[in-house]
């Protein structure tokens, strides 16, 4: 028997990993389309099924110059033995390297680099994004060609799905034996919207010809923003520049810029004078805490958290961001609104009477607060959920006075109880300094947790006190920073609280 | 109507002699049933062979021109009751299910048919869910055909033995008086391929024939006596006759060298993947050529012994190809090995997996370790003693970053605000015993939601929460769909629960369709079906049945009512069973339906309100409490380029469809005002542009104001 060893290698095979929904198998279809017209033998497979919805999803295909005689090809893809793997978002590439079915010897990869998330991925309290850059660097090392693209982007901006786009990039990838030309006539061959399927299929063609770009870091932060307004205000602005430029050591400066304009935009120039006065006080005790052999780390946090802090999310901050001209041209740009159409806009607010109480004069507030009967009769009226149409002129006018209510602030009971906090943490984060810089860095990051509105705030404020409350263990301990790091971290990962009371008994057992 | 349309398939059906046919594995067979003339098609759709009741329901006219009945079961057991028709009338009928599910609710009537025997040939296209993908228990057919006796075919999957396969299913069934079960699994299922077609043949007999000219024999009626004498016609006459008609026809067959020391046994189905993995060993070309002896199982019950022992004289070792377990082929070979007194040595699960799919790896794992001990002089130098192997690429960081992805609840899906309102109760009253179901809801038992103990079964949720039915301080909910609802549900979870005065709460899930399988009518559907009945409402049947506390929301995305009558469900004095019917229709097909009616209209000049949803960034505090109650696709996060945040917030992309989940939660749980609805009115009416006008001129009006007033700094874009 005459036995043809080499001729198993003219078989092309070729995986598409995708998640349900984006369209995998129009991808194999037109691959199989492709390959037909251009007189190969083709054949491809996919397990859809209840799978496809949502999950990871993965399709088939071989493909071999077509003799007249059937050709025996296999139906699933093995380790090892992959030519062409495309991949319709970034993870989705990862998962295809970790089923080995990426290897230096012979595969491309061609995978979209945008990010569809995993559910596990956003549900954490914090940051759960999976690392792309780890994805992308193993590509590197792991593909014999890495080809990608956020392919995503493309369609959308073409107005097509993204077959389209992995195919273009396919093309570009010069690793079938067909022609560009022989691509675009199998879109051509089929169905709706060609034109804009043709469109997304160039663009990404060209856009796979170029070099792979580096995952996004962070871009360092320049100059301090300009803004704009009355000459007045914008000079006494130029001012508290002039003052972080002078008082504040480099380290923290662009913080401190960014800090600045966060305070100032939720209540005024003063506040941001009482910004930068904190600011100063915290920069001078890390000078003397020796902070310049650990890159003024308590300024800069302190810049970032107390601006944070001092812009805490009242109703009236709610209610200017959701009246201003800005937001509304972003809603329109987000929404894609066209000039021809009408866009009618609705929020879904759901006051109750603590948001209430906290928009009063504090001492009007706390007297509701301590009568619980009274707080529970007032409840009633308000504590419902309201849809407000901000585009109708009643309800612009009451949020808009509502906004307007910031001149009041500093006497409102939110306020006061809101610096309070303020105050003690900055006491506590202060006293723990001196004993234990890097600790005290620490008290400041913990500010992170308190988030959210209602419930979502209660639930942070006791996170907090929670984290805090190991302080005493760990004040004296040279790991005490590392160690209230992981509280916080744990107390991000779940919101009934499994993972922070585990890290508290480990700590408490230290 | 069914999520994919399928009349481009359609027209292959009506292809005549010499032409070729290209598509799907599970078409072909479509096409192969009509070639043979059959008289009827039933089934349940189900993954994998859904697109066979999904093509026959587009091909109606096809179907009636040839006189060809098609009917969508209400279970797997209407559809092999079905096959009745086949008992005393010499018509051709076929039957299809996703197996083994779909086999364990109609074992009842194949046990029923096989015994008294058919007279028309009778086939069963069993859609073989194992393996990846496969959303069901992993078990075997094998074992269904081994109890009653049903012959079981398992073609190469290819599109030509397929084919092939059915048309010698029908004749095996004739020659035999037996029903044939013809097994596909997933894969050959959707297996794009092609083959020379035949026409079309009109039935022997239709159905009409016979209603006309009735027919019957007590002999082939199972009861006593003639149940008994069954069992001996199976053993003395059905048997041999397949034997005899298996080895005449050849429908097995053996490839390769006539000599040489060893030997493969496979399954017909493990065609191509013990081909690959000889390939890749450099034992067989391109086309299928191998260098060691094949012994293909087109048909794996009932094995033909002689056919057997023949391929085995003078080999020192046999390999039996056989995915699953238990090792039912193994176990009877070996058998018929031992009997024969034959020396050659049967392995198979020793150098396989004993479970699990056949991969490619590990059928090249297999087979070059059984080659490597009992014929090394096969292999190449290279493959028996390779080189330092090269090590594969070590990724294994990656199990560390990439993040599973399991399937789960599609954008807008209609059954997500009910389990974000089930969260919001279990907040209130704690957590409760959840009896799940099969079907979409099932996703609900992942996160974000993690609801649902057990299933049991489709259409058993009810049922399976009927232990649960003291008096205790907690209430019991079980869960079904309105596809369970209607396969059994309605008899073995609400008539039961009503019967045994159950005091739990029953939730049915209805959005209009058998929505898991791919969107077919069931009765209670909106949709208008020219062929079915449809517009039967659930909550009707379960009031027919005894149910006097019920609750029907239209609008499952109000997830405040939803949490309400939940609630009250849990908490009423009432007793017996209390049963909401939470409808809302499947996403999925709404935005199939709309989504071409929505564009024409815009085109039209018609006025066109569509929603969407949004979040204001700069209100997002990113804590991410709305996606723990949704998991919305749509619904997901971005990072912003802020220095001062340190976690993404939360963001509504493209793929929005408006469903107002997002916001009726972050109202009924209390979350935050991060979220809009933005309402787009294309082709806006004179008073809509009158008012927007007025109303835009005092709001700029407001803002300028405001803006003269206070500094306003530029935002920066949201990092890419």
Same mark, same amino acid.
């Given at each position: 028997?005459?036995?043809?060893l080499?001729?198993?290698?003219?078989?092309?095979?070729?995986?598409?990993?995708?998640?349900?929904g984006?369209?995998?198998?129009?991808?194999?279809?037109?691959?199989?389309?492709?390959?037909?017209?251009?007189?190969w033998?083709?054949?491809?497979?996919?397990?859809?099924?209840?799978?496809?919805?949502?999950g990871?999803?993965?399709?088939y295909?071989?493909?071999?110059?077509?003799?007249?005689?059937?050709?025996?090809?296999?139906l699933?893809?093995?380790?090892?033995?992959?030519?062409?793997?495309?991949?319709?978002?970034?993870?989705?590439?990862?998962?295809a390297?970790m089923?080995g079915?990426?290897?230096?010897?012979?595969?491309t990869?061609i995978?979209?680099?945008?990010?569809?998330?995993?559910?596990?991925?956003?549900?954490?309290?914090?940051?759960?994004?999976?690392?792309?850059?780890?994805v992308?660097?193993?590509?590197?090392?792991?593909?014999?060609?890495?080809?990608?693209?956020?392919l995503?982007?493309?369609?959308?901006?073409?107005?097509?799905?993204?077959?389209?786009?992995?195919?273009?990039?396919?093309?570009?990838?010069?690793?079938?034996?067909?022609?560009p030309?022989s691509?675009?006539?199998?879109?051509?061959s089929?169905?709706?919207?060609?034109?804009?399927?043709l469109?997304?299929f160039?663009?990404?063609?060209?856009?796979?010809l170029a070099?792979?770009?580096?995952?996004?870091?962070?871009e360092?932060?320049?100059?301090a923003?300009?803004?704009t307004?009355?000459?007045?205000?914008?000079?006494?602005?130029?001012e508290?520049?002039a003052?972080?430029?002078?008082?504040?050591?480099?380290e923290?400066?662009?913080?401190?810029h960014?800090?600045?304009?966060?305070?100032?935009?939720?209540?005024?120039?003063a506040?941001?004078?009482e910004?930068?006065?904190?600011?100063?006080r915290?920069?001078?005790?890390?000078?003397?805490?020796?902070?310049?052999?650990?890159?003024?780390?308590?300024?800069?946090?302190?810049?970032?958290?107390?601006a944070?802090?001092?812009?805490?999310?009242?109703?009236?901050?709610?209610?200017?961001?959701?009246?201003?001209?800005?937001?509304?041209?972003?809603?329109?740009d987000?929404?894609?609104?066209?000039?021809?159409?009408?866009?009618?806009?609705?929020?879904?607010m759901h006051?109750r009477?603590?948001?209430?109480?906290?928009?009063?004069?504090?001492?009007?507030?706390?007297?509701?607060?301590?009568?619980?009967?009274?707080?529970?009769?007032?409840?009633?009226?308000?504590?419902r959920?309201r849809?407000?149409?901000?585009?109708?002129?009643?309800?612009?006018?009451?949020?808009?006075?509502?906004g307007?209510?910031?001149?009041l602030?500093?006497?409102?009971?939110?306020?006061?109880?809101?610096?309070?906090h303020?105050e003690?943490?900055l006491?506590?984060?202060?006293?723990?300094?001196?004993?234990?810089?890097?600790l005290?860095?620490?008290?400041?990051?913990?500010?992170?947790?308190?988030?959210?509105?209602?419930?979502?705030?209660?639930?942070g404020?006791?996170?907090?006190?929670?984290?805090?409350s190991?302080?005493p263990?760990?004040?004296?301990?040279?790991?005490?920073?590392?160690?209230?790091?992981?509280?916080?971290?744990?107390?991000?990962?779940?919101?009934?609280?499994?993972?922070?009371a585990?890290?508290l008994?480990?700590?408490?057992?230290? | 109507?069914?999520?994919?349309?399928?009349?481009?398939?359609?027209?292959?059906?009506?292809?005549?002699?010499?032409?070729?046919?290209?598509?799907?594995?599970?078409?072909?067979?479509?096409?192969?049933?009509?070639?043979?003339?059959?008289?009827?098609?039933?089934?349940?759709?189900?993954?994998?062979?859904?697109?066979?009741?999904?093509?026959?329901?587009?091909?109606q006219?096809?179907?009636?021109?040839l006189?060809?009945?098609?009917e969508?079961?209400?279970?797997?057991?209407?559809?092999?009751?079905?096959?009745?028709?086949?008992?005393?009338?010499?018509?051709?009928?076929?039957?299809?299910?996703?197996?083994?599910?779909?086999?364990?609710?109609?074992?009842d009537?194949?046990?029923?048919?096989?015994?008294g025997g058919?007279?028309?040939?009778a086939?069963?296209?069993?859609?073989?869910?194992?393996?990846?993908g496969?959303?069901?228990?992993?078990?075997?057919?094998?074992?269904?055909?081994m109890?009653?006796?049903?012959w079981?075919?398992?073609?190469?999957?290819?599109l030509e033995?397929?084919?092939?396969?059915?048309?010698?299913g029908?004749?095996l069934?004739?020659a035999?008086n037996?029903p044939?079960?013809?097994?596909?699994?997933?894969?050959?299922?959707?297996?794009?391929?092609?083959?020379?077609?035949?026409?079309?043949?009109?039935?022997?007999?239709?159905?009409?024939?016979a209603? &006309?000219?009735?027919? @019957?024999?007590?002999?082939?009626?199972? /009861? %006593?006596? #003639?149940?008994?004498?069954?069992? +001996?016609?199976?053993?003395?006459?059905r048997?041999?006759?397949?034997?005899e008609?298996?080895?005449?026809?050849?429908?097995?067959?053996?490839?390769?060298?006539?000599?040489?020391?060893?030997?493969?046994?496979?399954?017909g189905?493990?065609?191509?993947?013990?081909?690959?993995a000889l390939q890749?060993?450099?034992l067989?070309?391109?086309?299928g050529?191998?260098?060691?002896?094949?012994?293909?199982?087109?048909v794996?019950y009932?094995?033909?012994?002689?056919?057997f022992?023949?391929?085995?004289?003078?080999?020192?070792?046999?390999?039996v190809?056989?995915?699953?377990?238990?090792?039912?082929?193994?176990?009877?070979?070996?058998?018929?090995?031992?009997?024969? &007194?034959?020396l050659? @040595?049967?392995?198979?699960?020793?150098? /396989? %997996?004993? #479970?699990?799919?056949?991969t490619? +790896?590990?059928?090249?794992?297999?087979?070059s370790?059984?080659?490597?001990?009992?014929?090394?002089?096969?292999?190449?130098?290279?493959?028996?003693?390779?080189n330092?192997?090269?090590?594969?690429?070590?990724?294994?960081?990656?199990?560390?970053?990439?993040?599973?992805?399991?399937p789960?609840?599609?954008?807008?899906?209609?059954?997500r605000?009910?389990?974000?309102?089930?969260?919001?109760v279990?907040?209130?009253?704690?957590?409760?015993?959840?009896?799940?179901?099969i079907?979409?809801?099932?996703?609900?038992?992942?996160?974000?939601?993690?609801?649902?103990?057990t299933t049991?079964?489709?259409?058993?949720g009810?049922?399976s929460?009927s232990a649960?039915?003291?008096p205790?301080k907690?209430?019991?909910?079980?869960?079904m769909?309105d596809?369970?609802?209607?396969?059994?549900?309605?008899?073995?979870?609400?008539?039961?629960a009503?019967?045994?005065?159950?005091?739990g709460?029953?939730?049915?899930?209805?959005?209009?369709?058998?929505?898991?399988t791919?969107?077919q009518d069931?009765?209670?559907?909106r949709a208008?079906n020219?062929?079915r009945?449809?517009?039967?409402?659930?909550?009707?049947?379960v009031?027919?049945?005894?149910?006097?506390?019920?609750?029907?929301?239209?609008?499952?995305?109000?997830?405040?009512?939803?949490?309400?009558?939940?609630?009250?469900?849990?908490?009423?004095?009432?007793?017996?069973p209390?049963?909401i019917v939470?409808?809302?229709?499947?996403?999925?097909?709404?935005?199939?339906?709309?989504?071409?009616?929505?564009a024409k209209?815009?085109?039209?000049?018609?006025r066109?309100?569509?929603?969407?949803?949004?979040?204001?960034?700069?209100?997002?505090?990113?804590?991410?409490?709305?996606?723990?109650?949704?998991?919305?696709?749509?619904?997901?996060?971005?990072?912003?380029?802020d220095?001062?945040?340190?976690?993404?917030?939360?963001?509504?992309?493209?793929?929005c469809v408006?469903?107002?989940?997002?916001?009726?939660?972050a109202?009924?749980?209390?979350?935050?005002?991060?979220?809009?609805?933005?309402?787009?009115?294309s082709?806006?009416?004179?008073l809509?542009?009158?008012?927007a006008?007025?109303?835009q001129?005092?709001?700029?009006?407001l803002?300028?104001r405001?803006?003269?007033?206070?500094?306003i700094?530029?935002?920066?874009?949201?990092?890419?």
């Amino acid at each position: 028997m005459n036995m043809q060893l080499p001729r198993q290698n003219q078989i092309i095979k070729l995986a598409i990993l995708a998640v349900g929904g984006q369209g995998g198998g129009v991808v194999s279809d037109w691959i199989v389309h492709l390959a037909e017209t251009n007189g190969w033998y083709a054949q491809a497979t996919s397990v859809p099924g209840v799978a496809q919805r949502t999950g990871a999803t993965i399709y088939y295909v071989e493909m071999v110059p077509d003799r007249g005689r059937t050709p025996v090809l296999a139906l699933m893809p093995s380790p090892g033995d992959v030519d062409i793997v495309i991949a319709a978002e970034l993870m989705e590439a990862g998962r295809a390297m970790m089923r080995g079915l990426v290897t230096p010897e012979r595969t491309t990869l061609i995978a979209s680099s945008h990010r569809a998330y995993a559910v596990s991925e956003k549900v954490a309290s914090g940051n759960g994004i999976a690392d792309a850059g780890k994805v992308i660097e193993t590509a590197r090392k792991t593909a014999r060609r890495f080809v990608a693209a956020d392919l995503e982007a493309i369609a959308v901006k073409n107005g097509s799905v993204i077959s389209a786009s992995l195919f273009g990039a396919l093309a570009a990838a010069d690793v079938l034996p067909f022609t560009p030309e022989s691509f675009e006539e199998t879109i051509k061959s089929g169905g709706k919207g060609i034109a804009a399927s043709l469109r997304a299929f160039r663009e990404a063609y060209d856009a796979a010809l170029a070099p792979v770009p580096e995952p996004a870091g962070a871009e360092p932060v320049s100059a301090a923003p300009v803004p704009t307004g009355p000459e007045k205000l914008t000079r006494q602005y130029r001012e508290l520049i002039a003052r972080i430029d002078g008082e504040l050591p480099a380290e923290a400066r662009d913080m401190a810029h960014a800090g600045l304009a966060k305070v100032i935009a939720f209540q005024d120039l003063a506040y941001g004078e009482e910004y930068l006065g904190r600011l100063v006080r915290i920069s001078a005790l890390d000078h003397d805490l020796g902070g310049d052999g650990k890159d003024r780390a308590l300024t800069r946090e302190a810049a970032k958290y107390i601006a944070n802090a001092m812009a805490y999310d009242d109703v009236i901050r709610v209610a200017r961001i959701k009246t201003q001209s800005e937001r509304f041209h972003r809603v329109r740009d987000e929404v894609r609104v066209r000039d021809e159409q009408v866009l009618k806009i609705t929020e879904f607010m759901h006051p109750r009477m603590e948001e209430v109480c906290g928009m009063l004069p504090a001492r009007l507030g706390r007297f509701i607060e301590v009568r619980p009967r009274l707080f529970k009769a007032l409840d009633r009226i308000v504590n419902r959920g309201r849809h407000v149409r901000t585009d109708k002129v009643s309800w612009f006018a009451t949020l808009y006075v509502l906004g307007g209510l910031s001149r009041l602030r500093r006497r409102l009971l939110r306020h006061q109880v809101e610096q309070g906090h303020l105050e003690r943490w900055l006491g506590e984060t202060e006293r723990v300094a001196r004993l234990n810089y890097d600790l005290g860095v620490e008290i400041l990051r913990c500010r992170r947790l308190i988030k959210g509105y209602s419930d979502t705030h209660a639930r942070g404020l006791t996170r907090y006190d929670r984290v805090l409350s190991a302080l005493p263990m760990l004040e004296q301990r040279q790991d005490g920073a590392d160690w209230l790091r992981r509280l916080r971290d744990a107390a991000l990962k779940d919101e009934d609280g499994t993972a922070l009371a585990g890290a508290l008994k480990t700590v408490e057992s230290l | 109507m069914a999520e994919r349309s399928f009349a481009k398939e359609v027209q292959q059906l009506k292809i005549g002699a010499g032409e070729e046919f290209r598509g799907e594995g599970i078409l072909a067979i479509t096409k192969a049933l009509l070639q043979c003339g059959v008289g009827y098609v039933v089934g349940y759709q189900g993954a994998p062979i859904s697109h066979l009741m999904d093509v026959l329901a587009d091909a109606q006219d096809i179907l009636g021109d040839l006189g060809v009945h098609f009917e969508a079961s209400a279970s797997e057991a209407a559809a092999a009751a079905a096959l009745a028709a086949s008992v005393h009338y010499p018509i051709r009928g076929a039957a299809t299910w996703k197996s083994t599910v779909g086999t364990n609710v109609a074992s009842d009537a194949l046990a029923n048919l096989s015994s008294g025997g058919v007279t028309g040939g009778a086939l069963i296209i069993v859609g073989e869910d194992y393996g990846e993908g496969s959303s069901i228990m992993q078990e075997r057919s094998h074992s269904f055909a081994m109890k009653s006796q049903i012959w079981l075919l398992d073609p190469k999957p290819n599109l030509e033995s397929i084919v092939k396969a059915v048309e010698d299913g029908f004749e095996l069934s004739e020659a035999t008086n037996t029903p044939v079960m013809l097994e596909v699994r997933i894969r050959s299922c959707h297996v794009h391929g092609r083959f020379i077609a035949k026409d079309n043949q009109r039935p022997q007999m239709s159905v009409k024939d016979a209603l &006309e000219a009735p027919r @019957r024999d007590t002999q082939r009626i199972v /009861l %006593p006596p #003639a149940s008994f004498l069954h069992e +001996q016609e199976k053993i003395r006459k059905r048997w041999p006759a397949a034997i005899e008609f298996i080895k005449s026809r050849k429908l097995n067959e053996m490839v390769g060298p006539k000599r040489g020391g060893v030997g493969i046994v496979l399954q017909g189905g493990m065609y191509n993947s013990v081909i690959r993995a000889l390939q890749r060993l450099g034992l067989a070309d391109l086309y299928g050529s191998s260098m060691v002896p094949l012994y293909i199982l087109n048909v794996t019950y009932p094995l033909v012994d002689d056919e057997f022992l023949a391929f085995c004289k003078n080999k020192d070792a046999v390999l039996v190809v056989e995915e699953g377990q238990p090792d039912h082929l193994e176990q009877a070979f070996g058998h018929m090995l031992h009997k024969a &007194e034959s020396l050659t @040595r049967l392995h198979g699960k020793d150098y /396989l %997996p004993m #479970a699990g799919e056949y991969t490619g +790896q590990a059928m090249l794992d297999g087979l070059s370790g059984f080659l490597r001990d009992k014929a090394p002089e096969l292999l190449s130098a290279k493959i028996r003693l390779p080189n330092a192997p090269t090590a594969p690429p070590d990724v294994s960081h990656l199990a560390q970053v990439v993040p599973m992805r399991p399937p789960g609840f599609c954008t807008g899906c209609p059954e997500r605000p009910i389990f974000s309102a089930m969260k919001l109760v279990e907040r209130e009253l704690g957590q409760h015993h959840v009896a799940a179901d099969i079907g979409c809801h099932l996703f609900s038992i992942m996160p974000p939601f993690n609801i649902g103990a057990t299933t049991m079964g489709y259409g058993l949720g009810p049922a399976s929460a009927s232990a649960f039915n003291v008096p205790a301080k907690k209430r019991s909910i079980a869960i079904m769909g309105d596809g369970g609802f209607w396969h059994n549900g309605l008899a073995s979870g609400i008539g039961n629960a009503v019967f045994n005065k159950n005091d739990g709460v029953i939730l049915v899930v209805d959005n209009y369709y058998s929505a898991a399988t791919g969107g077919q009518d069931i009765l209670s559907s909106r949709a208008s079906n020219k062929t079915r009945s449809t517009r039967h409402p659930i909550e009707d049947a379960v009031k027919g049945v005894g149910v006097n506390w019920v609750r029907r929301i239209d609008r499952t995305y109000d997830v405040s009512l939803m949490r309400d009558t939940l609630r009250e469900a849990l908490t009423t004095g009432e007793k017996g069973p209390k049963v909401i019917v939470a409808s809302s229709e499947c996403m999925l097909n709404k935005q199939r339906r709309e989504k071409p009616l929505i564009a024409k209209a815009i085109q039209d000049g018609k006025r066109v309100v569509k929603p969407r949803f949004g979040v204001d960034e700069d209100v997002c505090t990113g804590d991410h409490a709305c996606i723990r109650l949704s998991g919305c696709p749509s619904l997901s996060v971005k990072q912003l380029d802020d220095p001062l945040r340190d976690d993404p917030v939360a963001a509504i992309d493209q793929s929005c469809v408006g469903c107002g989940n997002c916001g009726e939660v972050a109202d009924a749980a209390v979350l935050c005002p991060s979220f809009y609805r933005a309402d787009v009115i294309s082709n806006p009416s004179r008073l809509d542009r009158f008012l927007a006008g007025l109303r835009q001129k005092v709001i700029g009006f407001l803002q300028r104001r405001r803006d003269r007033k206070s500094l306003i700094f530029a935002k920066a874009e949201a990092a890419p």
